[in-house]
């Protein structure tokens, strides 16, 4: 197995056991943040703890934020200091304008509206609701929308800590087999951790179109500002009456055909991305290793669980 970054090859055995450890991080990552909050909280709950007050929202998402931001930061903090990714890998100085920020905004939002519709397409009619990539591990529900903290952790927390996990560590780490399988697991994990049918398109979408914006500026700060954006513009579209939705629809639009102009045009700078040998040979090795596995079989239980309990 070669590995495109260096030019060496990296045995099969080697390998599988950097698969092993990023499966195995990736998997108590996603027991931590999915299942810990929600026990603590309603364990408080039961006993009668004086912060579970107001429904128990603030409390839910106090302990979300805390062990939401500490999990992910220590978890892969350790996962790049044992495999050897630094900082200075995905935080290169690099030059962002504001034209450069306007255009990814627009093409990125336009592709995941895209993957929404698609989505929509496939699973509507077997009885699923539309549904936004929200945060991994965060409660999408109309009572928590208007919650000062949800709307902190939602804009401004969880795209700093998704891009450092995700288009950060793992991309970086990943990477080192090939930038199209990189972009590739990377999206596919990011996608499975939402355990969400239907935000599974959208997800895999948003994370290609930011690992994209990595690889191009090598550094994640770029795809932090336009996941800000979208989270934001997301949570402003809850706020817009009813009677005035066609301004989301004619907004979408209006996305569109921006984003067609700037194809068209060739103003838009596109990214290549190599061709890569044994693709889809180290793709397979790298879904079958145990502990990747078995995250990717919880994730589609937790996924299933969820339709059927909210259905």
């Given at each position: 197995m070669s590995n495109s970054k260096k030019g060496k090859r990296i045995s099969k055995a080697k390998a599988q056991r950097r698969f092993f450890t990023s499966g195995l991080l990736f998997l108590i990552y996603i027991l931590i943040v999915t299942y810990f909050p929600p026990l603590v909280s309603r364990y408080l709950q039961v006993i009668g703890?004086?912060?579970?007050?107001?429904?128990g929202k603030p409390l839910i998402l106090g302990v979300f934020y805390?062990?939401?931001?500490?999990?992910?930061?220590?978890?892969?903090?350790?996962?790049?200091?044992?495999?050897?990714?630094?900082?200075?890998?995905?935080?290169?100085?690099?030059?962002?304008?504001?034209?450069?920020?306007?255009?990814?905004?627009?093409?990125?939002?336009?592709?995941?509206?895209?993957?929404?519709?698609?989505s929509s397409m496939v699973l509507n009619p077997l009885g699923f609701n539309d549904a936004f990539v929200a945060p991994i591990g965060m409660v999408?529900?109309?009572?928590?929308?208007?919650?000062?903290?949800?709307m902190f952790l939602f804009?401004?927390?969880?795209?700093?800590?998704?891009?450092?996990?995700f288009r950060g560590v793992l991309l970086?780490?990943?990477?080192?087999?090939?930038?199209?399988?990189?972009i590739l697991?990377?999206?596919l994990l990011y996608a499975f951790a939402h355990t969400s049918v239907t935000e599974f398109i959208p997800a895999f979408i948003l994370s290609g179109?930011?690992?994209?914006?990595?690889?191009?500026?090598?550094?994640?700060?770029?795809?932090?500002?336009?996941?800000?954006?979208?989270?934001?513009?997301?949570?402003g579209s809850t706020f817009v009456p009813e009677r005035y939705s066609w301004t989301i629809v004619a907004t979408i639009g209006l996305l569109y055909a921006i984003s067609v102009y700037l194809l068209l045009s060739r103003k838009f700078q596109r990214i290549y991305v190599s061709r890569q040998r044994n693709l889809w040979y180290t793709l397979r090795l790298f879904l079958t290793t145990p502990s990747v596995l078995l995250t990717v079989i919880l994730m589609l239980v937790q996924s299933a669980f969820a339709y059927f309990l909210y259905r």
């Amino acid at each position: 197995m070669s590995n495109s970054k260096k030019g060496k090859r990296i045995s099969k055995a080697k390998a599988q056991r950097r698969f092993f450890t990023s499966g195995l991080l990736f998997l108590i990552y996603i027991l931590i943040v999915t299942y810990f909050p929600p026990l603590v909280s309603r364990y408080l709950q039961v006993i009668g703890s004086p912060l579970s007050g107001n429904d128990g929202k603030p409390l839910i998402l106090g302990v979300f934020y805390l062990v939401y931001v500490l999990s992910a930061l220590i978890l892969f903090s350790i996962y790049a200091k044992a495999n050897g990714v630094k900082r200075k890998d995905f935080m290169r100085p690099c030059h962002f304008g504001f034209l450069d920020y306007l255009k990814d905004a627009i093409l990125i939002i336009s592709l995941l509206f895209v993957g929404i519709f698609l989505s929509s397409m496939v699973l509507n009619p077997l009885g699923f609701n539309d549904a936004f990539v929200a945060p991994i591990g965060m409660v999408q529900a109309d009572s928590y929308l208007r919650e000062p903290l949800f709307m902190f952790l939602f804009i401004g927390v969880t795209p700093l800590i998704e891009e450092f996990a995700f288009r950060g560590v793992l991309l970086r780490d990943l990477g080192r087999y090939g930038n199209r399988f990189g972009i590739l697991t990377v999206s596919l994990l990011y996608a499975f951790a939402h355990t969400s049918v239907t935000e599974f398109i959208p997800a895999f979408i948003l994370s290609g179109c930011l690992c994209l914006m990595t690889l191009r500026y090598h550094n994640i700060l770029p795809g932090v500002i336009v996941h800000i954006t979208i989270n934001a513009l997301f949570l402003g579209s809850t706020f817009v009456p009813e009677r005035y939705s066609w301004t989301i629809v004619a907004t979408i639009g209006l996305l569109y055909a921006i984003s067609v102009y700037l194809l068209l045009s060739r103003k838009f700078q596109r990214i290549y991305v190599s061709r890569q040998r044994n693709l889809w040979y180290t793709l397979r090795l790298f879904l079958t290793t145990p502990s990747v596995l078995l995250t990717v079989i919880l994730m589609l239980v937790q996924s299933a669980f969820a339709y059927f309990l909210y259905r």
